[in-house]
Nanobody, 122 residues
Framework: QVQLVESGGDLVQAGGSLRLSCAAS????????MGWYRQAPGKQRELVAR???????NYADSVMGRFTISRDDAKNTVYLQMNSLKPEDTAVYYC????????????????WGQGTQVTVSS
C-alpha cells in the first residue's frame, strides 16, 4: 500500500503565499506522475498542476505564472508553491501520485491524499 500525506494548507489573505507539501510512503517502486488537484464547494475536482518523472509539467490556465510545482524524488515528495493567491483559489487541495508498487510491478495505481484546506480571504 501507498500513503500520501499533505500539509501546508492554511488561511491567507489575498496576495499572499503558501507552500503545500505531499509525501508518499509505502511499497513504492517508482512514481510516474505527482500532482495537485483542487475542489471548491459545489464544483468538480480540477487539475492544478502535475509533474512527471521525466520533468514534464502541466498547469491549469488559472494558476499559470503564480503557482510552481516541484518534486524531490529522493524523498518521494511533491511541493506546490502558491504565490499571488486569490479568493478563487480557495478549495481543498488534493495530492495525487501515479505509483508503481512492489506488489503490482506490471501496472501503475493512482493514489490520493486526504486533502488540505486552502482559504484565501479578500
Amino acid at each position: 500500500q501507498v500513503q500520501l500525506v499533505e500539509s501546508g494548507g492554511d488561511l491567507v489573505q489575498a496576495g499572499g503565499s503558501l507552500r503545500l507539501s505531499c509525501a508518499a510512503s509505502g511499497s513504492i517502486l517508482n512514481i510516474n506522475t505527482m500532482g495537485w488537484y483542487r475542489q471548491a464547494p459545489g464544483k468538480q475536482r480540477e487539475l492544478v498542476a502535475r509533474k512527471t518523472s521525466g520533468g514534464t509539467t502541466n498547469y491549469a490556465d488559472s494558476v499559470m505564472g503564480r503557482f510552481t510545482i516541484s518534486r524531490d524524488d529522493a524523498k518521494n515528495t511533491v511541493y506546490l508553491q502558491m504565490n499571488s493567491l486569490k479568493p478563487e483559489d480557495t478549495a481543498v487541495y488534493y495530492c495525487n501520485a501515479v505509483v508503481r508498487s512492489w506488489e503490482r510491478t506490471w501496472a501503475t495505481t493512482s493514489y490520493w491524499g486526504q486533502g488540505t484546506q486552502v482559504t484565501v480571504s479578500s
